[in-house]
């Protein structure tokens, strides 16, 4: 069940941003060559493959600690400034 999900976010991912580049190219014709339209249709393809699935993972993550009560960032040790060397 987990795997059809998967399948099916990205594939609504991918319609998405192909239909979004290409309303954009009907409208406004900012981009004259094909081999533009390509570039962004790749790109298009290529940003629903890593980065949207590694969001969900620290979003799941992040909905899980507040559940079990944990909040803030944690304890952060300041450190201060090194002096620098001395200028001549």
């Not at 981009?31 to 290529?46: K, N, T």
């Not at 009560?69 to 201060?80: H, L, P, S």
Request: glycine share 10%; proline share 3%.
């Amino acid at each position: 069940m987990a795997c059809l999900f998967f399948v099916v976010s990205v594939v609504f991912g991918l319609l998405l941003s192909l239909t979004a580049v290409l309303l954009e190219d009907f409208t406004a014709r900012r981009y004259p060559s094909i081999r533009d339209i390509g570039q962004l249709l790749w790109a298009a393809v290529i940003e629903n493959f890593g980065f949207r699935q590694l969001l969900t993972v620290w979003r799941t993550e992040g909905v899980l600690d507040a559940c079990r009560g944990k909040t803030g960032w944690g304890i952060a040790e300041r450190r201060g400034f090194h002096p620098s060397a001395a200028r001549p």
